[in-house]
């Protein structure tokens, strides 16, 4: 059981080049997140899914599309990398339960746009 | 929209002193959730709090959930380097799915 795992752990880019990161769950979740994490801005959501075949915008989408054609997988892309986009980006995945609203995290991408 | 405030951001403690984080909401949480991130790692649930005014312990961590669902706090007894992270709540709103990310407090402790 490996619970999140993302790929790759790390990447750097040129300004705009694309590339999609990778975030699979062993454990049957409904919910996939992506976040951000910046310093001093703590974890921003950046697109979820409710399950498979659906997506929906969080709270900093903007140059960033999501895919979740299979359960157990979430891509985030980055069509036209920017530097404003070096940051670390963590996956997290949760049961569909209201009482349970762990979130497992994987253990992110250190991407760098130059 | 809403947000949940975190405060302090950041704060430095000598070993064995005790530290607390405290997390608000301008309006009422469904419930509550709190995270560590180590340095270099990434976040790990510690607990969930649901009901107004509960009271959890993990060995040296006391959380509380307000008695108004609007805040909650995090408090660690006589600090140890093994504390050392960033401390986050996460609430969910009532009417949505996505959880809500305070800014965090990250802790950092000498010897």
């Known amino acids: 059981n490996a619970g999140v795992t993302q790929t790759p752990k790390f990447r750097v880019l040129k300004t705009g080049q694309s590339m999609t990161l990778l975030c699979a769950q062993d454990?049957?979740?409904?919910?996939m997140y992506w976040y951000r994490q910046d310093p001093g801005m703590g974890l921003r959501l950046i697109h979820y899914?409710?399950?498979?075949?659906?997506?929906a915008k969080g709270e900093v989408p903007d140059g960033y599309n999501v895919s979740r054609l299979k359960k157990q997988n979430f891509l985030l892309g980055l069509e036209s990398a920017a530097p404003s986009q070096t940051s670390v980006y963590f996956c997290?995945?949760?049961?569909?339960?209201?009482?349970?609203?762990?979130?497992?995290f994987g253990a992110g991408t250190r991407l760098s746009v130059l | 929209g809403q947000q949940v405030m975190q405060i302090p951001q950041y704060q430095h403690v000598q070993e064995g002193e005790d530290f607390t984080t405290y997390c608000n909401s301008s309006?009422?949480?469904?419930?509550i959730q709190w995270y560590k991130q180590r340095p270099g790692g990434h976040p790990v649930f510690l607990i969930q709090?649901?009901?107004?005014?509960e009271v959890k312990k993990q060995k040296r961590l006391t959380f509380q959930f307000g008695e108004a669902k609007k805040n909650s706090s995090l408090h660690i007894t006589a600090t140890q380097t093994t504390d050392v992270g960033t401390y986050f709540c996460?609430?969910?709103?009532?009417?949505?799915?996505?959880?809500?990310f305070g800014k965090g407090t990250t802790l950092s402790v000498s010897s």
């Open positions: 996460s609430a969910r709103r009532q009417a949505g799915t996505a959880l809500i």
């Open positions: 309006t009422t949480l469904s419930n």
């Open positions: 709090l649901v009901k107004s005014g």
């Open positions: 454990m049957n979740h409904e919910y």
């Open positions: 899914s409710v399950g498979e075949g659906t997506t």
């Open positions: 997290a995945s949760k049961l569909d339960l209201v009482t349970k609203n762990i979130q497992y």
